[in-house]
């Protein structure tokens, strides 16, 4: 099956700066990329749907200027949280198309804000 | 917009015994319902879908049924075994050719030796 990545696995920063997250589709070119926040025992929440050379398009709630995505090539998303606080520690996931309907998760980074 | 419920939230069952998640939906545009298995700290991994053309789909010990008239769809798994224990997911698709995804809450499935 298709194959993504996510760099890195596990990030600790602290409040108030920026992390940048990499989802990579490493065998298939990916013109939609989605991503996903995951808080501790509970469900996946998609963020944003991710198209390529495009702007995302966000979901309701979610704040695009905090959590900018960009998708400037079929192998590579980022989402870049901004100015970073406690409340957005998570499991943020990655995930995309290679054609038809099955979507391919990446593995997941871990985000700490201490 | 789509709005999925899953049930139980946990379920325990003895090896060797089947086990049943329900999940709903509203949509009745949807049309692609995937179920995921996550084990902590890992992403979630498909084990089954099924489109609305279809009403049963069956593979080894794994088959996930869908009734569109009552929008709810289950999955089954029979003779479960201890690493069949993680969270499962239900998820229904926004219809339309969108592919976006909508997650239930959530199944803590233990299977007890």
């Known amino acids: 099956g298709a194959v993504v990545s996510q760099h890195p696995s596990r990030v600790i920063c602290k409040s108030g700066t920026s992390v940048k997250i990499e989802c990579r589709s490493l065998?298939?070119?990916?013109?939609?990329m989605f991503w996903y926040r995951q808080f501790p025992k509970q469900s996946l929440m998609l963020m944003a749907t991710?198209?390529?050379?495009?702007?995302?398009?966000?979901e309701q709630g979610v704040e695009k200027d905090k959590f900018l995505i960009n998708h400037a090539s079929l192998t590579l998303s980022t989402l870049t949280v901004t100015s970073a606080h406690p409340e957005d520690s998570s499991f943020y996931i990655c995930?995309?198309?290679?054609?038809?309907?099955?979507?391919?998760f990446g593995p997941g980074t871990r985000l700490t804000v201490t | 917009g789509e709005n999925v419920e899953q049930h139980p939230s946990t379920l325990s069952v003895q090896e060797g015994d089947s086990a049943v998640i329900k999940c709903t939906y509203s949509?009745?545009?949807?049309?692609?319902f995937p179920w995921y298995k996550q084990e902590l700290g890992k992403r979630p991994q498909l084990i089954i879908d099924?489109?609305?053309?279809?009403g049963e789909k069956k593979d080894q010990r794994i088959a996930v049924t869908l009734n569109k008239t009552a929008k709810h769809f289950s999955l089954h798994i029979t003779e479960t075994q201890p690493e069949d224990s993680a969270v499962y997911f239900c998820?229904?698709?926004?219809?339309?050719?969108?592919?976006?995804?909508?997650f239930g809450t959530g199944t803590r499935l233990t299977i007890i030796p």
């Open positions: 995930s995309s198309l290679a054609g038809g309907y099955e979507q391919y």
């Open positions: 065998d298939f070119q990916a013109t939609t």
């Open positions: 991710s198209n390529e050379g495009s702007k995302a398009t966000y």
């Open positions: 949509d009745s545009a949807s049309n692609y």
């Open positions: 099924i489109r609305s053309n279809v």
């Open positions: 998820a229904a698709d926004t219809g339309f050719g969108n592919e976006k995804l909508t």
